[in-house]
């Protein structure tokens, strides 16, 4: 390309690799697709299989409100605002059923693919591996349980997997493990479109799970150990880390003390008991493998199935009238929820 615009012809043997390069491209490009759409037929099917469950009607139920008392009736839950707000401006554009809100989760599940492509091939230097763990990622059972469901979990494994991308971009190495901003930099600007993807991803996976913040602090724990040597680039580091903490400040300084009384709260009328190890293994292995709701008899550590099931219903039934708008139903509606839900 640049050859052309200044007027040079590219030589004969350079244009060959070029054409060698886009034919080796084209097949896995061809799978890569292929897996995207598997993955969107995996997470489309059988939306309207059930009602909207306890949780989902949960989410129904804060996107019928408006954004500022959004953000006021999220300080004192367990969950950040941005992916009911999200959802919010989906149910005002697509509609409120059971199938359109789940089809927001849909498009973050698929959308979760080829980013998880793109990771893969930055941290594992492969494309071949890169393709099998998009593949992998397309028809893994708990990832399209949670790209079916109307919950934050697809937006922030979405999110994950983008930072996991800009993270290894802005960790790429130049001479001996000094810091390079490398891919995709702006030859007019200068400026690193990776590092400024890295912190708007980590403050929006922050707004939208709490849990969010262990993905950054595992890649500083990396850093520590790859830049241990390396004080300016891990200053840089460091820096990027302060700038996303900063964009976040204001919720935590908002919501901190809300959720500290609900969280206390809570822990005393749950009283759930912790699994032990061998339960906690098998149940994780369980849902990574079969999907959630598949761990072995004996290893639920909660009520029977059925009993769950009845409460499923009851959280359809609860959705149905958030999404009618039924504000004199919504308010014992959200009690019940705030003390059963998660």
């Given at each position: 390309m640049?050859a052309?615009?200044?007027?040079e012809?590219?030589?004969?043997?350079?244009?060959?690799?070029?054409?060698?390069?886009?034919?080796r491209?084209?097949?896995l490009?061809a799978?890569?697709?292929a897996?995207?759409?598997?993955?969107?037929?995996?997470r489309?099917a059988?939306?309207?299989?059930q009602p909207?469950w306890w949780?989902e009607?949960?989410s129904a139920w804060?996107?019928?409100?408006?954004?500022?008392?959004?953000?006021?009736?999220?300080?004192e839950?367990?969950?950040p605002?941005?992916?009911?707000?999200?959802?919010?401006?989906?149910?005002?554009?697509f509609?409120p059923?059971?199938v359109?809100?789940r089809?927001?989760s849909?498009v973050?599940?698929?959308l979760?693919v080829?980013?998880?492509?793109m990771?893969?091939?930055?941290?594992?230097?492969s494309?071949r591996?890169?393709l099998?763990?998009?593949?992998?990622f397309?028809?893994?059972p708990?990832?399209i349980?949670?790209?079916?469901?109307v919950?934050m979990?697809?937006?922030?494994?979405l999110?994950?997997?983008?930072?996991?991308?800009?993270?290894?971009?802005?960790?790429?190495?130049?001479?001996a493990g000094?810091?390079r901003?490398?891919?995709?930099r702006?030859?007019?600007?200068?400026r690193s479109?990776?590092?400024?993807?890295?912190?708007?991803l980590?403050?929006?996976?922050?707004?939208?799970?709490y849990?969010?913040?262990?993905l950054?602090?595992?890649?500083?724990?990396?850093?520590l150990?790859?830049?241990?040597r390396?004080?300016?680039?891990l200053?840089r580091w460091?820096?990027?880390q302060?700038i996303?903490?900063?964009?976040?400040?204001?919720?935590?300084?908002?919501a901190?003390?809300?959720l500290?009384?609900?969280?206390s709260?809570k822990?005393?009328?749950?009283?759930?008991?912790?699994?032990g190890?061998?339960?906690?293994?098998?149940?994780?292995?369980?849902?990574?493998?079969?999907?959630?709701?598949?761990?072995?008899?004996?290893l639920h550590?909660?009520?029977?199935?059925r009993a769950?099931h009845a409460?499923?219903?009851?959280?359809g039934?609860?959705?149905?009238?958030?999404?009618?708008?039924?504000?004199?139903?919504?308010?014992p509606?959200?009690?019940?929820a705030?003390?059963?839900?998660?």
């Open positions: 640049e052309a615009v200044d007027g012809i590219p030589h004969p043997a350079q244009a060959a690799r070029a054409s060698i390069a886009r034919q491209h084209a097949p490009a799978v890569l697709l897996g995207v759409t598997l993955a969107l037929a995996l489309a059988r939306l309207d299989f909207l949780d009607g949960y804060f996107a019928t409100h408006s954004l500022p008392e959004m953000a006021r009736l999220t300080a839950d367990i969950h605002p941005l992916y009911y707000a999200l959802l919010h401006l989906w149910a005002q554009a509609g059923g059971p359109s809100l089809m927001l849909v973050f599940g698929v979760a080829p980013v998880v492509y990771a893969a091939r930055r941290i594992l230097s494309q591996a890169a099998i763990a998009a593949l992998l397309a028809i893994n708990l990832h349980y949670y790209s079916q469901e919950r979990y697809g937006l922030v494994a999110l994950s997997a983008g930072i996991l991308w800009a993270a290894w971009e802005v960790l790429s190495e130049q001479d000094v810091l901003l490398r891919s995709l702006s030859p007019r600007s200068g479109f990776a590092a400024v993807a890295y912190v708007a980590v403050t929006l996976a922050l707004y939208t799970q849990y969010a913040v262990f950054p602090i595992g890649l500083t724990l990396y850093a150990w790859r830049w241990r390396e004080a300016r680039a200053a460091f820096a990027l302060g996303a903490a900063l964009l976040y400040l204001p919720w935590v300084i908002y901190a003390p809300r500290t009384l609900y969280v709260q822990v005393v009328e749950d009283a759930d008991r912790p699994l190890l061998i339960a906690y293994l098998a149940r994780h292995l369980s849902a990574y493998t079969v999907g959630p709701g598949a761990a072995p008899v004996g550590g909660g009520p029977p199935r769950a409460m499923v219903a009851a959280g039934d609860a959705a149905h009238s958030a999404r009618r708008g039924v504000d004199s139903h919504l308010a509606t959200a009690a019940r705030r003390r059963g839900g998660g």
